[in-house]
């Protein structure tokens, strides 16, 4: 078994694309998308026709577009597709939650159940707050560019169904900022992230699912073997598939105590937040990045 096999008998393989093609390829068990993944997406020829009809669409296109490619990856995979909620809107919890509705609500017109979507939300106070009310909805939710133990915290708090943290980006945030530029994968500052996440998550039996996400190579996703959930890009799919070499299961079942510190409170998450340099500086530069490609993909929606 190539190591792609493997990794499927100890994990659920996520594919991190809005490519249809690569999901087809690949065989993943749900897919997640975001603007960037969607602004590439619709420059491919593929996807004209969707993009003709989002285009003409008499509301917002550009979140019609992302729903237009969810259902067709709902035909593809078993379980659920994230759609993300435009990132200006990521301090804004009622409009989140009201954009929550309109995609659900789109999905639902075009036959696809809310039980297959995940609504992607960055992993500010008022998203984990947005994703607290629609849980208690039914309304499943995917929190995303998630950096530190205490979004991850907050977000189990909340009763989230997923959350989504960033190996990659952490790396490359400790590369830039420090002397070190190489890590073997086990001292990854990214992977040791999500191994601590893992462990509080067990240890206090919460029940959120944890998807690593955002690798840079496939060393960071070998030593996250036995994650619940990691969502990777189709170039590190394929070299997962090329190597037949064994895969050990790093991450193992951890018995729960049950015993859980008090919530975090509005005060203490923004005060650790604060005082995490890198968490705080990803969490800005993310919510960005997905504004000024969603900004780009409103242009050319508008063209």
């Known amino acids: 078994m190539n190591q792609l096999s493997q ?7 996520v594919a991190d694309t809005g490519d249809i093609e690569a999901i087809k390829r690949y065989q993943p068990v749900d897919a997640t998308t975001n603007p960037s993944l969607l602004l ?56 989140t939650i009201a954009r929550a509705h309109e995609i659900i609500t789109q999905y639902q017109e075009l036959g696809i159940s809310k039980d297959r979507i995940l609504i992607k ?13 629609l849980e208690r909805e039914g309304i499943q ?18 009763g989230v169904t997923l959350i989504s943290p960033f190996v990659g980006r952490i790396l490359d945030w400790h590369k830039a900022n420090g002397e070190q530029q190489t890590f073997e994968p086990h001292e990854d500052p990214g992977v040791k992230s999500v191994k601590a996440i893992y ?14 996400a955002s690798f840079r190579n496939i060393g960071e996703i070998q030593a996250l073997a036995g994650c619940d959930r990691l969502t990777i890009s189709p ?24 015993e859980r510190p008090s919530l975090l409170t509005e005060k203490e998450f923004r005060f650790q937040l604060n005082e ?9 530069q993310g919510i960005r990045q997905f504004v000024a490609d969603q900004r780009s993909l409103e242009s050319l929606l508008s063209q």
């Open 199 to 212: 462990e509080y998550y067990k240890r206090h039996g919460y029940s959120t699912i944890i998807m690593g």
């Open 235 to 258: 170039n590190l799919l394929q070299e997962l598939e090329d190597n037949a070499s064994t895969l050990e299961k790093v991450l193992q079942p951890l018995d729960s105590t049950k």
């Open 141 to 158: 939710c995917n929190l995303t560019l998630l950096f530190g133990l205490h979004q991850a915290i907050a977000c189990a708090e909340a």
């Open 40 to 95: 590439k997406a619709a420059a491919l020829p593929q996807y004209q026709g969707l993009l003709s009809e989002a285009k003409d669409w008499s509301g917002d296109a550009a979140t019609r577009f992302s729903v237009l490619i969810g259902r067709e990856i709902c035909e593809l995979v078993p379980g659920f597709v994230s759609t993300e909620v435009d990132a200006r809107l990521s301090f804004d919890t009622p409009a």
């Open 121 to 133: 939300i960055a992993s500010t106070w008022e998203g984990i707050a947005a994703a607290k009310q």
């Open 276 to 284: 995490d340099a890198m968490a705080t500086e990803k969490l800005a």
């Open 7 to 13: 990794l499927k008998t100890m994990t659920q393989v």
